[in-house]
């Protein structure tokens, strides 16, 4: 099997602001593929941003007109799947050469909903599918809706089968037997946890999957986002470090190959030789001779 050198994004947009994200985007990506990248990851909903401290004016039982005002701008600057942001996006990946991973706010072209969603463009410039978070934690499910078992897939390229779960997913022991039972080798987890405790989740999945891992954060400060949003009065409690990143890269037997990152922007490289799947499964494989189909299995709804 071949080697894939990837490229793991810890950064942050240009909080709320679509247009210069995507720039940046660009200059990130060109960036990584200078260093020979083959596939870029970036963190969950990198486009336009996780909207960490907000509370869009929410309290149970009522919103604010200005807690409205700033939907807004969140919803204007989300990603119509497809669209503007996404021709250029499968553009970028075919200029490049490269697999390119996204995490996006998407806004759904017909119902106007928000999803918190992750892209995958092919090196030929093609958009080859998404997946849309299943279950937004806590106050997550005030921004984003839910998705649905159609996303749920993996995707096959000359590096084996790609896929991935967002953030707290990755605790849903049945998304990840999902993944598993497609053969999953590289997977994917965009994230906006930087607590030291996800690292130890990171390395469990891997473990377990058989499969390499990737963790990709955010890092991201109080003072990148937008002046009169940093100055919301449930801002000021918040700390300047919003997040740490925590950016990381296992193997298929927990062995930290690159990472974690803490504390900064970094482009975080790791070249992964895919024998190291194989190898991992001569004592255990969560779908072949370690499992019991006889006894044990499930099914994905739509």
Same mark, same amino acid.
């Given at each position: 099997?071949?080697?894939?050198?990837?490229?793991?994004?810890?950064?942050?947009?240009?909080?709320?602001?679509?247009?210069?994200?995507?720039?940046?985007?660009?200059?990130?990506?060109?960036?990584?593929?200078?260093?020979?990248?083959?596939?870029?990851?970036?963190?969950?909903?990198?486009?336009?941003?996780?909207?960490?401290?907000?509370?869009?004016?929410?309290?149970?039982?009522?919103?604010?007109?200005?807690?409205?005002?700033?939907?807004?701008?969140?919803?204007?600057?989300?990603?119509?799947?497809?669209?503007?942001?996404?021709?250029?996006?499968?553009?970028?990946?075919?200029?490049?050469?490269?697999?390119?991973?996204?995490?996006?706010?998407?806004?759904?072209?017909?119902?106007?909903?928000?999803?918190?969603?992750?892209?995958?463009?092919?090196?030929?410039?093609?958009?080859?599918?998404?997946?849309?978070?299943?279950?937004?934690?806590?106050?997550?499910?005030?921004?984003?809706? %839910?998705?649905?078992?159609?996303?749920?897939?993996?995707?096959?390229?000359?590096?084996?089968?790609?896929?991935?779960?967002?953030?707290?997913?990755?605790?849903?022991?049945?998304?990840?037997?999902?993944?598993?039972?497609?053969?999953?080798?590289?997977?994917?987890?965009?994230?906006?946890?930087?607590?030291?405790?996800?690292?130890?989740?990171?390395?469990?999945?891997?473990? %377990?999957?058989?499969?390499?891992?990737?963790?990709?954060?955010?890092?991201?400060?109080?003072?990148?986002?937008?002046?009169?949003?940093?100055?919301?009065?449930?801002?000021?409690?918040?700390?300047?470090?919003?997040?740490?990143?925590?950016?990381?890269?296992?193997?298929?037997?927990?062995?930290?190959?690159?990472?974690?990152?803490?504390?900064?922007?970094?482009?975080?490289?790791?070249?992964?030789?895919?024998?190291?799947?194989?190898?991992?499964?001569?004592?255990?494989?969560?779908?072949?001779?370690?499992?019991?189909?006889?006894?044990?299995?499930?099914?994905?709804?739509?």
């Amino acid at each position: 099997m071949p080697t894939l050198d990837i490229a793991v994004i810890q950064a942050a947009p240009i909080l709320f602001d679509l247009e210069q994200s995507l720039d940046k985007t660009y200059d990130l990506l060109k960036k990584a593929t200078a260093q020979g990248a083959q596939m870029v990851v970036f963190p969950e909903s990198f486009l336009p941003a996780y909207p960490r401290g907000l509370s869009f004016g929410t309290v149970v039982g009522s919103r604010t007109d200005a807690g409205r005002e700033i939907w807004q701008l969140y919803w204007e600057n989300s990603v119509k799947v497809p669209g503007k942001a996404t021709n250029l996006l499968a553009k970028w990946a075919k200029e490049c050469g490269v697999y390119l991973v996204m995490g996006i706010t998407e806004q759904d072209t017909i119902n106007g909903s928000l999803y918190c969603s992750l892209l995958y463009f092919s090196p030929e410039g093609k958009l080859m599918g998404k997946h849309r978070k299943l279950k937004p934690t806590a106050a997550e499910r005030i921004i984003w809706g %839910e998705g649905d078992g159609t996303t749920l897939q993996t995707y096959l390229t000359p590096y084996g089968n790609i896929g991935g779960l967002i953030c707290w997913e990755n605790y849903m022991p049945l998304a990840r037997m999902a993944l598993y039972q497609q053969g999953i080798h590289l997977y994917l987890a965009p994230t906006a946890d930087a607590r030291d405790s996800w690292q130890a989740t990171m390395q469990h999945i891997a473990l %377990e999957g058989r499969c390499f891992v990737v963790g990709c954060n955010q890092f991201v400060t109080k003072s990148m986002y937008p002046p009169h949003l940093r100055e919301l009065p449930e801002m000021t409690s918040q700390p300047e470090v919003m997040s740490r990143g925590g950016s990381v890269v296992l193997s298929p037997l927990g062995k930290v190959l690159a990472g974690p990152v803490f504390d900064r922007e970094e482009v975080l490289l790791a070249t992964l030789d895919l024998n190291d799947i194989i190898k991992s499964k001569l004592d255990f494989d969560p779908v072949g001779h370690y499992s019991r189909p006889d006894m044990l299995n499930f099914n994905i709804s739509s």
